[in-house]
């Protein structure tokens, strides 16, 4: 019997360690490009880390609506051993993640016993909202963790009456009011599973729970002093989203009361958050398998409400536990609605425990449990591909916000420190090259802020400022601006005679508008290396056209034209690249040079310009095809002519030699 029993207790944790080893794999996967960019939310627990870091220690952290502390605390041990960067941040949530798999297993295992408590952890190893949820840098996965861990020993408390117990689990939840604020309805979901105690048992350990609050209240009360001497710090997003703010109730509560609920109660099976970062848009948290065995446990568990308690708890926890959803604007919200997690997973559990029931008791059990294995397959194959299609999808790029994490990326290689995306560190520049800066607008600085996580201020990077009497200069710099202002007076700080290459940052859309703008603008000043000098052609006003490398790519041809000022130019000339079979122009490029972004009243003697032109067409370049560039006034339409070496006009543009096929 004993030999039995191990090998029994032998198989269950060797269960638990497939699920949990399955979870990370969920979680863990490519998390340092999935999802992209890193949100402003993340950023903020990423610098409230580096203050942490640096000798400050709140129990509060107040920017950013206000945050509890116990998420940024771990995150401030990840970052000083894996630096300034979204894995860092990340990971913390991972981890949490994976720990609330043997938690909930532990959990269930009290309620239900193991068969029940496996399959409730492989549904939380699986579902998308949890997965989604461990993959971001919020501090709401923490709550799931320190939650499932205080219920296990309160549930085991009750039933043992241990008093050990109780104290473990007043110091769990009692930390769990350090992790999200949905747990602020943690003791009320408590509260209500005593009068039903009390109803099914006639008998409550009273001096056990007062150890339980005792231990509780010692843990909370530094953060309660804090709120009591600043309410409105505490308070201030939740006044924000209260449906009890006029300007969202619109003066009828009651009906936006009935809608939240509504709406709260169908994310389960109809309509989920619709908010990219929380939840692939409107997926609801089951999909039809998994939701199906949810809608059944539910009603199982509804039926048999008064028959024990572990049919009451998911019930009576989850109901308390989504009221901040709908008390709140925005219903349904995945991060309001965290605190039900990993409780709720019980009734698809309890759902699937029935239908395997009923199978092996109308059919032969190695087909009834191949069948359900392969529903659970299926389930955790439509997780992965939602997934993977969010996180790769334009909403899932704009909402994280990725744009500012390219741009932190570009300025950090230019610098070769720091974080670039696809690595945790950059390669150091040879001596020879690290006399480099940038400068970068402060517009910048202050609008995004995963820049200020992801870069270093040091003395490397400048932010403009027109009070300065001066700003440092170096060998190679790199001028970061916002575009939508004047910013042209900043570009004598690029070293002279340098190449010069003009590009346009990654683009950014907010939540609230219908089309993406440019972030940034970047100029990089770098002295000339491997410049082709295969043209060496003048024109008129000063300009050289000192050579082109043109590569065939899909679909058309890519023309890189480096073009030099002799002396200082009056007018914005136009440059056009033509692509010619016989007398049909197959393709042009018309603008003004480094992509209108730097035009040549702007060039200054002696600096080197790389242009860049795209032809598109759908065909490839033949014998017959000839190429041809030149320069023309826009508003005259009057083309510049090409000089030979004696300075005599000799035509208007200059032939380019077309790559081999």
Same mark, same amino acid.
């Given at each position: ?21 399955? +979870? ?42 206000? /945050? ?90 009750? #039933? ?6 109780? @104290? ?20 009320? @979901? ?10 099914? $048992? ?10 339980? +609050?005792?231990? +509780? ?28 703010? *006029?300007?969202?109730? !619109? ?26 970062? $929380? ?56 991060? #309001? ?22 199978? =092996? ?23 992965? #591909? ?9 909403? @899932? ?26 690595? !945790? ?86 939540? =609230? ?14 002295? *000339? ?28 041809? /890519? ?10 130019? !009056? ?24 992509? #209108? ?15 860049? $032109? ?16 030149? =320069? ?6 009057? /083309? ?12 208007? +543009? ?8």
């Amino acid at each position: 019997m004993l030999r039995r029993l191990k090998r029994l207790a032998h198989t269950e944790w060797c269960a638990l360690l497939t699920v949990t080893l399955l +979870a990370a794999v969920l979680r863990l996967c490519c998390l340092d490009r999935f999802p992209p960019g890193l949100y402003r939310d993340e950023a903020y627990n990423g610098l409230d880390a580096l203050s942490v870091l640096q000798g400050q220690y709140p129990i509060f952290f107040e920017a950013n609506n206000g /945050r509890e502390p116990f998420f940024i605390y771990l995150i401030a041990i990840s970052v000083s051993v894996l630096g300034r960067n979204p894995y860092a941040v990340r990971l913390v949530a991972a981890l949490l993640g994976i720990l609330t798999i043997p938690a909930t297993y532990l959990m269930a295992k009290e309620l239900w016993g193991q068969r029940v408590a496996m399959t409730t952890s492989f549904i939380a190893a699986t579902t998308l909202w949890h997965i989604n949820l461990s993959r971001i840098g919020f501090r709401a996965v923490s709550l799931p963790t320190m939650a499932a861990l205080g219920l296990w020993l309160f549930m085991r408390g009750l #039933r043992t009456d241990s008093k050990r117990d109780f @104290a473990g689990a007043g110091f769990l939840l009692g930390l769990c009011m350090y992790t999200y604020l949905a747990a602020r309805f943690l003791p009320l @979901a408590l509260v209500l599973l005593l009068p039903y105690w009390q109803h099914r $048992h006639r008998h409550i350990p009273w001096r056990s729970l007062v150890i339980l +609050a005792a231990t +509780a209240l010692v843990v909370m009360t530094p953060l309660l002093i804090y709120a009591v001497t600043h309410l409105g710090i505490i308070l201030a997003r939740t006044q924000q989203v209260s449906i009890l703010n *006029p300007s969202i109730n !619109q003066g009828n509560l009651s009906g936006t009361f009935l809608r939240q609920a509504l709406q709260t109660l169908g994310m389960f099976n109809w309509r989920g958050d619709f908010i990219p970062r $929380h939840n692939p848009p409107l997926r609801p948290v089951f999909d039809p398998i998994m939701g199906s065995f949810f809608l059944l446990g539910l009603a199982i568990a509804l039926r048999h409400f008064w028959v024990h308690q572990s049919y009451a708890l998911p019930v009576l926890y989850s109901g308390v536990m989504l009221l901040p959803v709908v008390l709140t604007d925005g219903a349904p919200h995945f991060l #309001r609605a965290v605190g039900i997690l990993p409780v709720v997973f019980i009734l698809p559990a309890i759902g699937f425990e029935y239908t395997r029931q009923v199978l =092996l008791r109308r059919t032969k059990t190695p087909l009834a449990l191949a069948f359900l294995a392969a529903l659970l397959t299926l389930s955790t194959s439509f997780t992965i #591909r939602d997934y993977a299609r969010h996180v790769q999808s334009e909403a @899932a790029y704009f909402n994280f916000e990725a744009g500012a994490a390219e741009a932190a990326t570009r300025i950090n290689r230019f610098l070769a420190s720091g974080w670039s995306q696809g690595n !945790q560190s950059t390669v150091a520049l040879p001596s020879e090259q690290q006399d480099r800066i940038v400068y970068l607008d402060p517009r910048l600085w202050e609008n995004w802020v995963s820049l200020r996580f992801l870069l270093t201020e040091d003395d490397q990077l400048q932010l403009l400022d027109p009070a300065a009497s001066a700003l440092p200069t170096a060998r190679e710099a790199q001028l970061v601006v916002w575009p939508y202002a004047e910013y042209s007076q900043w570009l004598h700080l690029l070293p002279r005679n340098t190449l010069i290459f003009a590009s346009e940052g990654p683009l950014e859309r907010g939540d =609230l508008e219908s089309s993406a703008k440019q972030i940034c603008l970047t100029y990089e000043a770098t002295p *000339p290396r491997d410049i082709p000098g295969n043209l060496m052609v003048p024109f008129e006003q000063g300009i050289h056209l000192l050579g082109s490398i043109l590569h065939q790519e899909a679909n058309g041809l /890519r023309v890189r034209l480096y073009w030099q000022a002799t002396a200082d130019i !009056q007018a914005p000339y136009t440059v056009f690249v033509q692509w010619q079979r016989g007398t049909q122009v197959i393709a042009q490029s018309d603008s003004y040079p480094a992509r #209108r972004l730097y035009p040549t009243n702007w060039w200054r003697p002696g600096d080197i310009i790389l242009d860049e $032109h795209w032809l598109s067409a759908d065909v490839s370049p033949s014998d017959s095809d000839s190429a041809i560039v030149g =320069l023309y006034d826009l508003q005259t339409m009057t /083309r510049l002519r090409v000089l030979n070496k004696a300075g005599e006009p000799i035509g208007d +543009a200059v032939p380019l030699n077309l790559p081999s096929k």
